[in-house]
T-cell receptor, first 113, second 113 residues
Framework: DTEVTQTPKHLVMGMTNKKSLKCEQHMGHRAMYWYKQKAKKPPELMFVYSYEKLSINESVPSRFSPECPNSSLLNLHLHALQPEDSALYLC????????????FGEGSRLTVL | AQSVTQLGSHVSVSEGALVLLRCNYSSSVPPYLFWYVQYPNQGLQLLLKYTTGATLVKGINGFEAEFKKSETSFHLTKPSAHMSDAAEYFCSVSDYQGGKLIFGQGTELSVKP
């Protein structure tokens, strides 16, 4: 199994809603990532979890809250988002947090109204 | 600090023609270099990587890249373009700091019949 699975694929939410994005991998990888990607732009790193501990937070606003319940799962909790947060949110995993060989999911396309 | 520059935000080739996507990097340490491909409405997929050893690396779908330290380049090539190669291509370098990948701005490849 070499897949990273993200749900939901599409999400529309209002600015007062609370929602979550989910990511799962069963490759035994010990690093997991959240990226944000705007159209025609490269992915921007948001968070890195290494061995289930948050190791990098790229100064992301607190309305985005990551969670790593176990080594296979990664969540991104969303609350009080702004329309400019609309983007493709990509989850990725890697064997460790040093090699740079990432496996990406297909992403969750978020629209904030 | 590491950085990546992709020359040309858009490249158009005819089917069967040579594909050449240019990437130059800046790194204060021996780099780990990657090419990722992103098809429309999908996540990123690793095409190939250079870590150490042989400077000509082969990847999936007939792509290859050559690491040239003297030119600080890692250009991506494919001898004969196929319609299915139309996608966005990202060159990236690992910065060794706990999982951060530095991406170039991307090159959109179009293939004309």
């Amino acid at each position: 199994d070499t897949e990273v699975t993200q749900t939901p694929k599409h999400l529309v939410m209002g600015m007062t809603n609370k929602k979550s994005l989910k990511c799962e991998q069963h490759m035994g990888h010990r690093a997991m990532y959240w990226y944000k990607q705007k159209a025609k732009k490269p992915p921007e790193l948001m968070f890195v979890y290494s061995y289930e501990k948050l190791s990098i937070n790229e100064s992301v606003p607190s309305r985005f809250s990551p969670e790593c319940p176990n080594s296979s799962l990664l969540n991104l909790h969303l609350h009080a988002l702004q329309p400019e947060d609309s983007a493709l949110y990509l989850c990725a995993s890697s064997r460790d947090s040093y090699t740079g060989e990432l496996f990406f999911g297909e992403g969750s396309r978020l629209t904030v109204l | 600090a590491q950085s990546v520059t992709q020359l040309g935000s858009h490249v158009s080739v005819s089917e069967g023609a040579l594909v050449l996507l240019r990437c130059n990097y800046s790194s204060s340490v021996p780099p780990y270099l990657f090419w990722y491909v992103q098809y429309p409405n999908q996540g990123l997929q690793l095409l190939l990587k250079y870590t150490t050893g042989a400077t000509l690396v082969k990847g999936i779908n007939g792509f290859e890249a050559e690491f040239k330290k003297s030119e600080t380049s890692f250009h991506l090539t494919k001898p004969s373009a196929h319609m299915s190669d139309a996608a966005e291509y990202f060159c990236s370098v690992s910065d060794y700091q706990g999982g951060k990948l530095i991406f170039g701005q991307g090159t959109e490849l179009s293939v004309k019949p």
